[in-house]
């Protein structure tokens, strides 16, 4: 018989130097990753980043050539087989003729322990949907009707590929609140996107992979300070740029026009130094957006080509 609490000391998800190659293209290249029981993991990465390779590990639909992947302690496939996983992937077409609450229940049959298909739609805000038919829902409904499926095998962990991709705000604020409904009864989420908005906003932390590893891993303040703490901007009035990288804090100049932008590390610092060089016209300090520390996360050299640097 399997017992669903045997391994709750493993992680959730536990990635150990996972490698996946297509050719001379290293999709995961040694991704280390664990995810405690509980928590909820936004996974941010540029197109190609690695993300929707390392998702079809984690649920077994592909397997790494090196290192392992283990969900609750155990093989992917078997943790999908015992549902104890529900995922929501990118693709996935309507079934027609068939009604939502039918679907659902089909697919909760399918699972050892399922979840009660009136709970499952309740927690994924489609009760009102149950006799509706699937293939003429909106975007937005259906991709809540997916939700609700990922939801029928009852699992402990959901996996979410870019969930809210072409919803509109009012579908993604639905969306989200369905989806911390879920995470509130103590269920592990890992979700990408990319809105690092949506990531702040909903995740407890923020995983960032670049060219399939771990590049920054933390809360979204953490990711702001570790991309690069503050932008400090004025206007140059004229005034040469050639000493501004010098300054106390400094990490980096860009140049727009008259208008110079400092990332610094000690904004106070480069602004007391700015006022002793008489620069503050138009002075702006501000931290550093999540915008901004994941580009400086993730630049690639052609990125940094781009700024104008002394
Ligand atoms: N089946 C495949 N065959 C060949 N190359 C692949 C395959 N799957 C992924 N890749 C390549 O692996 C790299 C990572 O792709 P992946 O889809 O995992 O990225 P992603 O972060 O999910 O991107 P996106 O945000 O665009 O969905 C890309 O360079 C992609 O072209």
Redesign the pocket.
């Known amino acids: 018989m399997t017992t669903r609490t045997s391994d709750t000391a493993s992680p959730a998800v536990r990635f150990t130097g996972a490698v996946r190659t ?2 001379d ?1 290293r ?1 995961v290249d040694g991704l280390d990753l664990e995810i405690a029981p509980g928590e909820t993991v936004a996974l941010l ?10 998702i079809a590990l984690l649920l077994g639909l592909d397997e790494p050539q090196e290192g392992g992947v283990e969900l609750f302690g155990t093989a992917p496939g078997d943790a999908v087989r015992q549902g104890r996983v529900g995922a929501m992937l990118q693709e996935g077409r309507a079934v027609p003729w068939v009604t939502v609450a039918e679907l659902v229940g089909f697919v909760a049959g399918r699972y050892p322990a399922p979840m009660d298909v009136t709970e499952a739609l309740r927690l994924a805000g489609i009760e009102e949907l149950a006799g509706r038919r699937v293939d003429k829902l909106s975007g937005g409904q259906t991709q809540r009707v997916r939700f609700a499926v990922a939801l029928a095998g009852n699992p402990a962990l959901i996996v979410l590929d870019e969930p809210t991709a072409a919803l509109d705000v009012e579908a993604r604020h639905a969306f989200w609140a369905s989806m911390r409904a879920y995470a509130r009864r103590g269920h592990t989420v890992l979700f ?1 996107t ?1 809105y690092l908005e949506e990531a702040d906003a909903n995740a407890d932390r923020i995983v960032v992979i670049d060219h399939g590893r771990v590049v920054a891993d933390g809360s979204g303040d953490e990711l702001r300070r570790a991309g690069g703490g503050s932008s400090v901007s004025f206007d140059l009035a004229g005034r040469g740029t050639q000493d501004l990288a010098l300054l106390p804090g400094v990490l980096s100049v860009e140049v727009r026009g008259d208008r110079a932008r400092l990332r610094s590390a000690d904004p106070d610092a480069t602004v007391m130094a700015l006022a002793a060089l008489d620069a503050v016209r138009n002075l702006e300090v501000r931290a550093a957006s999540l915008d901004d520390a994941f580009m400086a996360l993730t630049a690639t050299p052609e990125d940094l080509d781009h700024l104008e640097r002394v």
């Open positions: 297509f050719g293209v999709a990465g540029r197109n190609g980043a690695g993300k929707s390779t390392a990408s990319h």
